[in-house]
């Protein structure tokens, strides 16, 4: 648990792609951290997404962008602990992203991802247990929102508008307020 200063209703998550951190907000002053893999380079993202749905060791089925890009990968792999989600997956709005699992804890921290956001085992079961369908999740830019260079289909999630762009001007200011992010420090 550590202090967290933010303005979101409790139960929403926010992703810190930047310092690969993920907070469960308890309330206007604190949150539950937890220590997460993110994208790697050309495979970031930021927006606003909901939990559309949740799984207790899930299936994989790998994206058809992902096989192409890593043709050696399996078409589909049953749910269990050799699975590369894990424990549990939260699924994220319409995308293919996913908050989920990892079999290989080494990642954390770490920038290895197709744009999914990984937890350690024993923290994604903690966290599938708080988090519910329907949830809001943040995920905070790392530094600038980018689009991945292959993947998710261009609706795949909600990505920051070209700041030079006219039209987008209030857009782009809504995510200079999120990419400063809320304040944090942590709980003694």
Request: glycine content about 10%; aromatic content about 8%; hydrophobic content about 35%.
């Amino acid at each position: 648990m550590v202090d967290y200063a933010s303005r979101q209703a409790p139960g929403t998550v926010i992703i810190d792609t930047k310092n690969t951190f993920l907070y469960f907000v308890l309330n206007d002053a604190q949150a539950l951290r937890y220590g997460i893999g993110v994208g790697r380079e050309g495979f970031t993202w930021s927006g606003e997404q909901t939990v559309a749905r949740k799984a207790e060791w899930p299936d994989w089925h790998p994206p058809a962008e992902m096989v192409s890009r890593q043709p050696y990968l399996p078409r589909f792999m049953a749910g269990g602990p050799g699975n590369p989600l894990g424990a549990r997956a939260m699924y994220l709005g319409e995308t293919e992203y996913r908050i989920h699992g990892t079999n290989n804890p080494d990642t954390i921290g770490k920038r290895v991802s197709s744009g999914c956001i990984r937890l350690t085992n024993d923290d994604v079961v903690d966290l599938y247990e708080r988090v519910k369908v329907g949830a809001k999740v943040i995920v905070l830019p790392a530094t600038a929102a980018r689009r991945p260079s292959q993947g998710a289909p261009a609706d795949a999630a909600f990505r920051l508008p070209d700041p030079a762009s006219p039209s987008n001007r209030s857009l782009a200011a809504n995510a200079q307020m999120l990419s400063s992010g809320p304040r944090i420090t942590e709980a003694r």
